[in-house]
């Protein structure tokens, strides 16, 4: 089982989304000692989800779904598109069975969840909050904090620009380990789940 998954939600290959997303993993991998994995969506072909059952799926997706089955908490981070998420993470989420029809098996309920995303201007920072955060919901995640927002100005030619930025980044990835080890020893956290 790997331990913290990171989901750069981006099609686009240099991304910034895949580099904040890095750097949460890099923290959360340097200070717990943990294994981090990172699904980029530029590097897999993933079919669009059309209701098939989890077994049906094959190649890239097959394997995508796998990495997050297997991954115990996870880094979501998207560029805005549109005020809103991509759209390829959109379908990504579709794919994602919550223990129902599609398959038993549900990988991100009451899993520990830290938010990203990326926009060309501040404008848009709610999207983190107002378009991530309730899918999360509807797959009973725990989501961490009010996550990261960065734009242009955190960002030169895809790394990093600014201690703030790389620190509240850092945050993000050691609070998400944080609090999957929380959920891991609870009680009730772990059993919560969504109602529906
Ligand atoms: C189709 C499209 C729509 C976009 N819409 C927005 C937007 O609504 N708000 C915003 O701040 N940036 C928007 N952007 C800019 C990207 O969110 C921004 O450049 C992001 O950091 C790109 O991340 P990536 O390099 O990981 O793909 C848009 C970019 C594209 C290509």
Redesign the pocket.
Known sequence: MNDLLGI?????????????VEAALKAAENEFGISTKLLHL?EYDIEVADGRKLKDYTGDTAEALELIINSKAFII????????Y?GVLKNLFDLIPRGMWQSDKAPLENKAVGLI????????YL?ISHELGPILNFFGSHVVGSGVY???SH?DN?ELKGEEIEKRLAVLGKATTELSLAVEKSKYLSELGPQF
């Open positions: 750069a939600g981006s099609v686009s290959n240099p991304s910034n989304t895949r580099t904040a530029a981070g998207t560029p805005v598109y549109r005020g809103s991509s995303a990326t926009g060309a201007t501040y404008h848009h999207s960065a734009e242009s960002f895809y």
